[in-house]
Structures are given as structure tokens and as C-alpha cells.
């Protein structure tokens, strides 16, 4: 096995944990205590369906499920720069912690991290060009 193949490996590993814990809190968060601070839960939820795809679009050796994964790691890149910032600039609409809240330093900045890291393997790939243009 090739060193691109266990990053590639390494990558659904690590986007199939953030699915599996971002939705698991997020799901018990709606449940318990929606009321406290409905955004950042739906934050958690929107997140961790955005995991979910890019561990099953990066699976698939299909150039369009690269491109999927493509662009849900752009998504993930923008909301964790999106309301890490809206979670420093005003947090008092945050009342409590999202994934991607504070750049998602509660889970050790991987999803912060973990998109650049995806893009730049699928790059390797082929599948994002140097130009950015696809």
C-alpha cells in the first residue's frame, strides 16, 4: 500500500470519527436542551452531516465522489472559519459549543486542520486543480 493510499485511508477514518461524535452530540443536544442554544446544535448537525459525506464520497474511487468530497471539505473549511469567527466576534449568540466553534479548538483544531489536509490529497489526486478551477 502506497503512502497516498493510508492518507487516503487515514482521511475517511478521521471524517467517519467526526461524523459518528459530531452527530451523536449534536443528536443529544437537540434532544435534551434545543431550547438553549438552537443554532450552535444545528451547527453540530449541519457539521456532522458534511463529515459524513466527504468519509463516503472519499470511499468511492469515482472521480465525482472526489469532487463531492472536494467540495464537502470547502463547505467544512468555510464553516469552520464562518462561525469560529462568529463564535469569538459574538458570543452571546453562542451559548454553547459547536463543532466548528472557536475554529474547533473542543476537538483539538482537526476540523480546522482536516479539510486543508483533505484538499491538498485530493489535489494529488487530480481532482483539485492547481488553479482551483474544476
Do not use: C
Amino acid at each position: 500500500m502506497t503512502s497516498r493510499a493510508t492518507a487516503g485511508r487515514v482521511l475517511v477514518a478521521a471524517y467517519t470519527v467526526l461524523a459518528i461524535g459530531a452527530g451523536a452530540r449534536s443528536a443529544v443536544q437537540l434532544a435534551t436542551d434545543f431550547s438553549e442554544a438552537p443554532l450552535a446544535y444545528l451547527l453540530s448537525a449541519a457539521a456532522a452531516v458534511v463529515y459524513l459525506v466527504a468519509a463516503i464520497a472519499l470511499r468511492r474511487p469515482e472521480r465525482v465522489a472526489r469532487r463531492v468530497a472536494a467540495v464537502s471539505m470547502t463547505v467544512e473549511l468555510v464553516g469552520v472559519l464562518a462561525v469560529g469567527t462568529l463564535t469569538l466576534v459574538l458570543p452571546g449568540d453562542f451559548p454553547d459549543q459547536t463543532v466548528w466553534s472557536g475554529y474547533g479548538a473542543g476537538y483539538g483544531f482537526v476540523p480546522l486542520v482536516l479539510p486543508v489536509l483533505g484538499l491538498w490529497w485530493l489535489r494529488g489526486q487530480g481532482v483539485v486543480p492547481e488553479d482551483g478551477r474544476g
